[in-house]
């Protein structure tokens, strides 16, 4: 397990990929894709070179290595699944939805992270209760704040994203934006065919 002030110093890097929902909201998701396609590629070929390419391996060791989880050292690192999800959600949702489901990634998901490790004493798993309040406290107010989302269908998919950010298997990056922004999709299309809204 990487230290409380490594944890810190990823994290605030973590809490930089809130650029991508601000870009998106700023110039739209032609230019945001633009940038973000070629981005996500580099991203992931450096990542691949990484585990496969020894030389390439010691160069990011030494300056990455503090801040990299043990789990990621012959997988794919966080800063990839933040690009490829990235990159999915703003070609497949409405904006208003991927800003929303991004930057809960960004910036709830380091919240949890955070007040996880510094406060944390009921632990399921790996993760502590106080981190899931955290991120749910933290994504609420994202979305009261910054989308003009349905409140209600939001308070649900905030729910049930800090369930799967609690528990899922995959890499939480790739698995809460997803979450959110397909479960937010499907309820607000129901809720419109069924007439509730």
């Known amino acids: 397990m990487i230290s409380i002030k490594n944890e810190i110093l990823r994290k605030g890097i973590h809490l930089s990929s809130s650029a991508v929902p601000l870009f998106l909201y700023?110039?739209?998701?032609?230019?945001?894709l633009l940038f973000l396609v070629p981005i996500t590629f580099l991203f992931v070929v450096l990542d691949l070179l990484?585990?496969?390419?020894?030389?390439?391996?010691?160069?990011?060791n030494f300056f990455f290595n503090s801040i990299t989880r043990e789990k990621e050292s012959r997988r794919l690192t966080g800063a990839s699944y933040v690009f490829i999800a990235?990159?999915?959600?703003?070609?497949?949702?409405?904006?208003?939805?991927?800003i929303a489901a991004l930057m809960i990634m960004s910036i709830s998901d380091t919240f949890a992270a955070i007040i996880g490790r510094l406060y944390g004493s009921i632990f399921i798993g790996r993760k502590s209760i106080e981190g899931s309040v955290s991120f749910f406290i933290s994504s609420l107010a994202i979305v009261l704040l910054f989308s003009?989302?349905?409140?209600s269908i939001s308070i649900i998919?905030?729910?049930?994203?800090?369930?799967?950010?609690l528990y899922t298997p995959i890499n939480d990056n790739l698995s809460i934006p997803v979450t959110f922004a397909g479960t937010y999709t499907l309820l607000n299309?129901?809720?419109?065919?069924?007439?509730?809204?």
């Open 157 to 165: 998919c905030i729910l049930i994203a800090t369930i799967v950010e």
């Open 86 to 98: 990235s990159t999915f959600i703003v070609f497949v949702f409405p904006e208003s939805i991927a």
């Open 50 to 60: 990484r585990i496969n390419n020894e030389i390439i391996r010691n160069i990011y």
């Open 148 to 151: 003009d989302l349905n409140i």
């Open 189 to 197: 299309t129901i809720a419109k065919m069924s007439g509730v809204l």
């Open 26 to 32: 700023l110039y739209g998701r032609y230019f945001t």
